[in-house]
């Protein structure tokens, strides 16, 4: 008899904070699909609980309500951290910029003492605007970013940076087991209308009949990646043997703003029936990065991974689900 090998993964425990938050609550969905337990941490600064209401009779699912720039309370059998928690759009972290410096800072290290105390692995989502508007493209892991520490973005931009900074500090003087992920623009379902991240700007205007609005001349570029690319990319890394340093969480393919504009304006057309709506243009915002695309080599070679979802596909997977949420309301 051929000895039968289970190749399934051993059940964790695991904390994700910023729970209630767009990427947050789908990599929730994704953790429990893979059959671990997860204890989700928010505390509805830029979330939304009816990102978790469908889990609420889920008995591996467990929510708390916390403010990380306070300190946790005892968490027992706790085996990974995923941190998710800090408004990740304009409008949300320039509202309260202190909050997000602390959030960023103070935050990360009360999840960082969690991890050191009970010797458990931590991935800290960091993002691609620790490049900012960067004089290298495409962007790897050893650029070391082009940001103004003075400016209405400097809290989000530098909080993130410090936040990375303070991770390596755990790593060296601690040994805390780190993970780093630098997420590229990521879109898909549960990101509300009004977030104000390009995306979901775009199809929000489109679907209710009004012009979109670019910011600039639509000559800046972005790579854009559909959630469930980015779920896979963070457990890959969190998986991975890699703790060196920080890893693109990203999709190579480059579009300016005027194509991801014509794009949603023809798929919200076709899948809605509401006629073409046009583009009006306004002035640049301050910092805007004029590039951005991430190189992904490292993430191939060190966790297998990149992303499958097309640009087009998953635009109407979101456009879908705006839909149906309007004609749930």
């Known amino acids: 008899m051929p000895k039968i090998v289970d190749t399934k993964e051993p059940e964790l425990k695991i904390l994700v904070t910023g729970a209630a938050g767009f990427l947050g609550s789908n990599l929730v969905d994704f953790l429990l699909e893979k059959g671990h337990n997860v204890i989700g941490v928010d505390n509805f600064q830029s979330g939304s609980s009816q990102n978790l209401d469908h889990l609420k009779n889920d008995a591996r699912f467990e929510f708390l309500s916390h403010n990380i720039q306070d300190a946790l309370p005892d968490l027992v059998g706790v085996h990974q951290i995923y941190n998710l928690a800090c408004p990740a759009s304009p409008v949300h972290y320039q509202k309260d910029p202190v909050s997000t410096l602390n959030t960023c ?48 973005r400097a809290c989000y931009d530098e909080g993130k940076r410090a936040a ?41 205007s ?14 800046s570029t972005r790579s854009f990646q559909y959630v469930t690319d980015c779920t896979q990319g963070l457990y890959s890394l969190m998986g991975s043997d890699h703790s ?6 990203g999709n190579p393919g480059e579009f300016t703003i005027q194509q991801l504009a014509e794009l949603t304006i023809d798929v919200v ?13 306004l002035p640049p915002l301050v ?8 190189d992904i080599t ?29 004609r749930s309301h």
Not at 206 to 219: N, R
Not at 299 to 323: C, S
Request: with cysteine; net charge positive.
């Open 105 to 152: 800072f103070l935050g990360t290290q009360n999840l960082l003492e969690l991890a050191r105390s009970k010797r458990i692995r931590i991935l800290h989502t960091s993002t691609s605007e620790v490049y900012g508007d960067p004089s290298i493209h495409p962007q790897p892991e050893h650029y070391w970013g082009n940001v103004n520490s003075f400016g209405p």
């Open 164 to 204: 990375e900074a303070l991770c390596y500090a755990y790593r060296e003087q601690h040994g805390v087991d780190i993970r780093i992920a630098r997420i590229f623009n990521t879109y898909g379902p549960r990101m509300r209308p009004s977030d104000g991240r390009v995306v979901s700007s775009f199809i929000a």
């Open 206 to 219: 489109a679907l209710a009949s009004e012009d979109l609005k670019i910011t600039g001349d639509g000559k």
């Open 244 to 249: 060196q340093g920080p890893v693109n969480i």
């Open 269 to 281: 057309s076709h899948m809605s029936g509401h006629p073409k709506v046009s583009i009006t243009y």
């Open 287 to 294: 910092d805007d990065p004029v590039v951005r695309r991430p």
């Open 298 to 326: 490292l993430a191939r070679k060190v966790l297998g991974w990149e992303p499958v979802v097309p640009l087009q596909d998953g635009l109407r997977r979101t456009i879908e689900w705006h839909i149906d949420q309007s």
